[in-house]
């Protein structure tokens, strides 16, 4: 058959799509499955490293919770309050976060006789470090770019290779379901690798997906819908490029992440006695905890008690009086907007924290495919490629071409804004220049597609 066999010309550009995508993606795919695994067991490290503090006043009555604050504001001096972690027993220690000159650090405070215990800057914690490296290489807005397009032909990656290696016409379940591992050399590669794909392919993108809000510039595109869907009745509650989008200064219930998030805000001095009432209000509330108390800002009537729940169906926000201590709003997570729950909902189960350990597990073993799919992609591609050329995939007469499988990487396009332009980009080199230069066009194994 001639390679200009009808559909040829489409299924060698499907194989070169997917090769350039394992290529860039594989180390992007091996560090977000690493670092996501350790994020999704965090609730178990921060556990962990918080132990000396978990039980540091049996039996002791506690100090007034003006104390406390005043014991952690004199161990940073010059900061303002942000928020009381309300204790979720009576031994543990308070832990209280107070800003200077846009820091935010967390103080440990001994409940019984307000001694500061440990003083941490919270941007610095061991999971927020691994937050960072996770969605932006700690390179800020340019990092989370790198992680969004890797991400975005992560799942072109995905779909193409389930295109590519579907088994049209094979009998039996070796080498579909599960790899033949005793035949070795290729068969074990390939079997390793389709199958690993195969098993992994929907959980790994719905992993990609509930990531992108967090993204730069999807979050931003995210974002553009809320407005124009009419869901800007509260705040986004996540980061966007590692920042806080901006907060309506008219919206009363504020995001429960705004201090942490890198938001500036105007505290107002807690009054005497203030917070004990708001705790007296809080406790039979009952929210998920941790639960975060944070005092009136500049204009804003009262205190903002927040459940910062990992499982985000369960968070919800109450305003309190500080003078008397009476609810003044109050707003559930199912009262937010529909796109601001899907959103919520897909966070939650990205975070392994929506239905409890199995959730985690699910997030482990998803990762763990994810890497033996990226490790046995790689090995595949060293022993097959050529001395002294890339390795793409050769022109090949096997026109096995779908227009539904070009259309949906056209629909992703839209859907994916940063695919869509890089995957521009690439069409447009690979056809203007590296056609046109012999030795580029030769290495990358262009000759005759």
């Known amino acids: 058959m001639s390679v200009h066999a009808p559909g040829t010309r489409w299924y060698n550009a499907v194989w070169r799509w997917h090769f350039y995508a394992g290529l860039f993606c594989i180390p992007f795919v091996i560090w977000l499955a690493l670092t996501g695994t350790i994020y999704t067991w965090g609730p178990q ?36 309050l942000h928020k009381y972690q309300l204790p979720d027993t009576p ?20 409940p019984a006789n307000a001694q500061v215990l440990k003083v941490a800057v919270e941007e610095q914690r061991p999971l927020r470090l691994v937050f960072h490296l996770h969605g932006e290489l700690l390179a800020g807005p340019l990092g989370s770019v790198l992680v969004e397009i890797a991400a975005c032909w992560a799942i072109v990656m995905l779909l193409t290779g389930l295109y590519l290696w579907w088994p049209r016409g094979r009998r039996g379940l070796a080498g579909v379901v599960y790899p033949r591992l005793k035949r070795g050399g290729r068969v074990f590669w390939r079997d390793l690798h389709a199958v690993a794909g195969i098993w992994v392919a929907v959980a790994a993108c719905f992993l990609i997906v509930t990531g992108l809000p967090w993204a730069q510039a999807w979050g931003s595109y995210l974002g553009e819908i ?15 490029g590692g920042k806080a989008p ?22 107002r001095a807690p009054a005497p006695g203030d917070l004990a009432r708001v705790i007296h209000t809080a406790r039979p509330l009952a929210l998920a905890p941790p639960v975060l108390i944070a005092p009136p800002l500049a204009g804003k009537p009262g205190w903002t008690v927040s459940s910062d729940a990992a499982n985000r169906p369960l968070r919800a926000q109450v305003i309190v009086d500080g003078t008397t201590g009476a609810v003044l709003a109050r707003k559930d997570f199912a009262e937010r907007h529909w796109i601001d729950r ?37 090995v595949m591609w060293w022993r097959r490629r050529p ?17 539904a499988l070009v259309g949906g990487i056209g629909l992703l ?27 580029p066009r030769r290495w990358l194994g262009l000759g005759a597609a």
């Open 45 to 80: 490290i921060e556990a962990w490293l918080d132990r000396p503090y978990a039980h540091v006043a049996a039996g002791a009555p506690s100090v007034t919770p003006d104390a406390q604050i005043a014991a952690a504001l004199g161990a940073v001096p010059g900061a303002s």
């Open 91 to 110: 031994d543990q220690a308070v832990q209280i976060l107070v800003g200077k000159q846009g820091i935010e650090r967390r103080v440990y405070v001994h």
């Open 226 to 240: 809320r407005t124009m869907a009419g869901a800007t009745d509260g705040p986004i509650d996540w980061t966007i």
């Open 246 to 267: 901006e907060t309506p200064a008219s919206d009363p219930m504020l995001g429960d992440h705004a201090e942490h998030m890198g938001m500036a805000m105007a505290h």
């Open 342 to 378: 899907l959103v919520g909902y897909g966070i939650a189960i990205h975070e392994g924290a929506y239905f409890g350990i199995a959730n985690q597990i699910a997030g482990t073993l998803t990762a763990l495919l994810l890497v033996t799919l990226a490790v046995s992609g790689a």
């Open 387 to 403: 001395a002294g050329l890339l390795g793409a995939p050769l022109p090949l007469s096997r026109p096995r071409f779908g227009w």
């Open 413 to 439: 396009g839209i859907a994916l804004p940063l695919f869509g332009v890089t995957l521009i980009a690439v069409l447009v080199v690979e056809r203007t220049l590296l056609r046109r230069v012999p030795g």
